[in-house]
């Protein structure tokens, strides 16, 4: 995956950004939690460094989602708005 720098502070992130507003609502019912972990590492598997959401999408539904997730991973970047 390529990276790119991402400002004026020296941060690089991955050129593909995931953007999560779809894993809570506007594209239809929530999926399943266990499907949007896999999802998730998979997109962080194949190199996305990069995650895109906000609490306004549904309060705190995607980042508690990520929280589960990125625990673990200390090169990961999360956008976020409220």
């Given at each position: ?16 950004v ?16 266990p ?5 998730l590492?998979?997109?962080i ?22 929280g589960k ?14």
């Open positions: 995956m390529r990276r790119m720098k991402l400002g004026s502070q020296g941060l690089e992130v991955s050129t593909q995931l953007g999560c507003v779809g894993m809570s609502v506007f594209y239809g019912p929530p999926k399943p939690e499907n949007l972990i896999t999802f590492h998979h997109a598997d194949t190199g996305v460094t990069f995650l895109d959401t906000a609490d306004v999408y549904c309060p705190f539904t995607n980042e508690l989602l990520l997730v990125i625990k673990h991973c200390c090169s990961l970047h999360v956008a976020t708005m409220g």
